[in-house]
């Protein structure tokens, strides 16, 4: 069984849960994975930033942060966190819609639980491409309520 939480602070974000319940498990059933436990938490900028630097010792702005925490018995475990504030900022840089940005965080997060890294270029292009192609299966305009 897939297992989707959100978690968010006050007044973060209103969004639409059965839509990102979706956006997760077609990513995780494309993998072949049918037993995970996913936690998505939409924080603020400065929760991020936090997060980067203790873990990755980078003090910087981010908008997504994954961390697979493999819990026993269980296909996959895992927490990705994202920043709505750097979602709307790439929005408005990038030229698409608020909800597609989100939406490709949370596919972009979600295939790094998976194992995929962007930390060269070819390989960023790979997971771009991943994510427009599961962008273009469900409708990410309904991510927010």
């Not at 049918?34 to 997060?51: C, F, M, P, Q, Y």
Request: no cysteine; charged share 30%; hydrophobic share 35%.
């Amino acid at each position: 069984m897939i297992t989707v939480t959100i978690t968010q602070g006050d007044g973060i974000l209103d969004v639409n849960s059965s839509t990102v319940e979706q956006l997760i498990k077609t990513v995780l059933k494309d993998s072949n994975i049918s037993d995970a436990e996913i936690n998505v938490v939409l924080g603020t900028d400065e929760l991020l930033r936090h997060l980067k630097l203790k873990y990755f010792d980078e003090d910087v702005f981010t908008d997504v942060i994954a961390f697979r925490l493999n819990d026993e018995g269980k296909e996959l475990e895992g927490e990705i966190y994202i920043s709505p504030e750097r979602a709307e900022e790439n929005a408005n840089t990038y030229g698409v819609s608020f909800p597609n940005e989100l939406g490709r965080l949370m596919v972009h997060g979600t295939l790094h639980l998976l194992g995929w890294e962007d930390d060269d270029n070819d390989k960023k292009i790979a997971m771009s491409n991943e994510e427009d192609r599961f962008l273009t299966e469900i409708d990410a305009t309904t991510l927010i309520k």
